[in-house]
C-alpha cells in the first residue's frame, strides 16, 4: 500500500458546506484509500455527517473551529474575523504545521487566497501567487494560469507563473517530463500583443529553461485545443478566459437542452444519441476539472468551487492528493533555486530579430 | 421601396477573395434589394465572377484596383504598398469620399484597421478605435467591444467605447431605446478589477447618461447569458474573451460530433434529433454573426472573417446595411457633441462609498 497522505479540509467550506464536503471526502477516500484526512469545522454540524460515513471517520481527525468565513464576506471582513479560529485558517495552517500535505477549501475565493497568503506566505523568489485551473481540452487538459489571484503582472512574474505552471504540469501530466509552456496573447507573431508579454516571451525564449519548452505565442481559441499543456496569462485576462469558457458551455448546453425536449422525436433521438451527449457531459464535466490550485506559496491550498456536489469536491480531493504525492511545493522551490543559482535571467537590451 | 443604401467591398479580401466575396454580395443582396455596391478589385478576376450574378451586376460598380493586400502582410508592409491603390484602400474610401456609406472587407485585420484609421482619422473626441463584435447570447445577441483593435484602455477610454457601443446597439437591436451596458471585469463588486475598470465604472455610474443604462460590471460567463446589451472591456481581455468563446464553442462540436458518429444508434439518434443540432448550430452559427464593426472612425468599416464563406459574407454585409441605415457614424458624433457640450466626465474627487 502507498503511504498515506493527509489532506486538510475546511468543513464548512461551499454552498451547501459540510453536507458536501464530508460525502465528497469519503467518496474520495473510496477512490484512493491511502488518504487521511484532518476537518475543521463546526463539531456541532460536522460529527453526525462523519458518523454515515464510518469509513472517512476511522481516517480523519475532527477539529472543532468555532468560526465560519461566510461566502460574501470580504477578504478582510474574513481575516479581521477569522485568522486564527475559523475552519478556513485552521485548514490552511495545517499545511503549514506540516500536519498536512495540502489544503482543500469550498470557501470563498477571496477570503481564501487572503488567509492563505497570510498563513503561509509566498515562496522565497516568488512575488506573487497565481491560481492555475486544469482545463478540459480536445487533447485533454491543460493547465491555465493565473486565472484570477493577481491583477496585472510583469513579465517576471508571468515568468514565474510559466515556471510554477510548469512544475504543476509534471505533477498532474504524468507523461510529461518537458511541458510545452505558452504565452495567452492576441496573436501569435512576435510583435503582438502588451509589453509585459513580449517581454515575458523575450525572457522564456532566451533562458530556455531544462524544466519546461516555450513554445511561444497562443490565442484564445489555442486553449481547448490543447496545443499546450500550460498556458500562461496575467490574472485579468484569465479570470475572463476562463469565465467565458465557463459560460460559452453552458450556453450550448442549455441550446442543446432546449433543442432536445422540443419535439417527441428529439426527445427520442436523444435517447439513441445518449452515448455522444455523455461523451460530451463527461469530457465538459467541470466537476472532473474542479480545483483552482494556489501556486506560489509556502504550500499548496486548493480551491473547489463553492457550488459544486460531493462528486466534484471528491475531484478537488483527489487533485489535492496528486499535488501532496509529486511534493508541489518543494519542485517548485527546486527549480526556483536552480534558476536564481543560474543568476536569474538577463534580457537581451535589445529584442531579437523576429521570426 | 426603401432608400438606396450603397457599400463599398475588397472585393480580394478573405481567404478565398472573389470567389467569396460576389457570391456573398449577390446573396446580401437578394435579401436586401436596395442595396448598392461599389467593387474594387482586379478587374480580370472579378468580372468574370460578377457576370455570373447579373443582378449583383446590374446594381454594382467595379473599379479596378492593381493592388492587392496579402493576409499576411504586416499592417506597415501593407500600408506602405496598398496606400492609394490598394482594393482595401480604396474600399475604405468610398467612405470617406462619400461614396459608400459603410465598407466591408474579409481581408487582413491589422492592414485594414491601419488603413482604416490613416484614411478615416478617429473621430473628434475619440481617441482609439475599437473593434466590436455581436455576441450570440442565450437571450439573443449582445454587442461586445473592443475585441482587439488597441491593447490597453484607459477610464475615459472605456466610457468612450460604452458610448459608441450603446449607440451600435441602438442601430442593430431595433427595440432598445436605452441599451443596458455593463463593464467586463473579474467581479461584480465595485472593490474588483483594474484601476482603469474600476474607474470607469464610477465615471458611468456619475455621468447617468441618457443614451445608455450602465449596470455595473459583469464577469466572463455573463456574456453568453445575455444579461446586457453591450459588454465593454479593453483589446486584449476582449480578444482573448471572443477567441475563447469561438474555441469553446468548436470544442464542444467536436466532442459532440465524436459521439455521434461513433456507433449507428448514436448517428440514428442524431438523425432524429436533428432539429435540436440545428438549433444548437443556428444559435451558435459563427457566419450569422460575422463582421467586427470599426467604431471611432470618421466612417464605418466592417471586418468580415477572412475564412468565411458567402453566407458568412452576405451577413456582414446585411449588418453594414444596418449600420448605414441607422446612420451609425453621425449618432455616435451626436453623442459625442452632446457628452462634450454637457463639459465631459468629471470624476467625484473620491469615489463613492461601495454599494
Known sequence: MSKQITISLDAMGGDAGPAMVIPGAALALE??????????????????????????????RLVHAEVVVRMDDKPSQALRAGRWKSSMWKAIEAVKTGEAAVCVSAGNTGALMAMSKFCLRTMAGIERQAIAAIWPTLSGESIVLDVGATIGADAQQLVDFAMMGAAMARAVFASVERPKVALLNVGVEEVKGNEEVKMAGRLLKEADLPELDYTGFVEGDDIGRGVVDVVVTEGFAGNIALKTAEGTAKQMAQHLKAGITRTWLARLGYLLAKSAFDRLKEKMDPRKVNGG???????????????????????????????????????????????????????????????
Open 293 to 355: 490550485v494556489f501556486l506560489g506559496l509556502n504550500g499548496v491550498v486548493i480551491k473547489s468551487h463553492g457550488g459544486t456536489d460531493a462528486e466534484g469536491f471528491a475531484s478537488a480531493v483527489s487533485l489535492a492528493y496528486d499535488m501532496a504525492v509529486a511534493d508541489l511545493t518543494r519542485r517548485i522551490a527546486d527549480g526556483l533555486a536552480h534558476y536564481h543559482r543560474a543568476g536569474g535571467m538577463q534580457p537581451a537590451a535589445e529584442p531579437r530579430g523576429e521570426a
Open 31 to 60: 477512490r484512493r484509500p491511502e488518504l487521511r484526512f484532518v476537518l475543521f469545522g463546526d463539531e456541532a454540524k460536522v460529527r453526525p455527517l462523519l458518523d454515515r460515513h464510518p469509513a472517512l471517520a476511522a481516517a480523519s
